[in-house]
Nanobody
Framework: QVRLVESGGDAVQVGGSLILSCEISGAADSRYCMGWFREAPGKAREGVALLSTDGTPTYADSVKGRFTISKDSTKNTLHLTMNTLNLDDTARYYC?????????????????????????WGQGTQVTVSS
């Protein structure tokens, strides 16, 4: 069982920065895909950033160049550094963990920034950006 607890959400002005953290406990280790998702009022939950099992990051187009996903393995904590925040970044942000998908016919596995891959979720932390 994986337990994820997010923190760091806050109210900030346009152009500001925040660092979100996700404390990971339980069975999640380097074999897990780790992701950040967000959900704005009236919108579907969307993937923001992914950290694959080999440490490769992937970002949604809307946050490329502004957000950075990272993991502190010594503290088993996942971070999302968010810069140049804009009004569209207002949402509840969720940390998620999941086993990678197997690639058919190969011994390989793959992480995808897709909600269906992630079985374990935190409760979320609110980010509100205002002008």
């Amino acid at each position: 069982q994986v337990r994820l607890v997010e923190s760091g959400g806050d109210a900030v002005q346009v152009g500001g920065s925040l660092i979100l953290s996700c404390e990971i406990s339980g069975a999640a280790d380097s074999r897990y895909c780790m992701g950040w998702f967000r959900e704005a009022p009236g919108k579907a939950r969307e993937g923001v950033a992914l950290l694959s099992t080999d440490g490769t990051p992937t970002y949604a187009d809307s946050v490329k160049g502004r957000f950075t996903i990272s993991k502190d393995s010594t503290k088993n904590t996942l971070h999302l550094t968010m810069n140049t925040l804009n009004l569209d970044d207002t949402a509840r942000y969720y940390c998620a963990a999941g086993r990678p998908w197997e690639v058919a016919g190969t011994p390989n596995t793959i992480c995808r920034l897709q909600r269906g891959l992630f079985a374990d979720w935190g409760q979320g932390t609110q980010v509100t950006v205002s002008s």
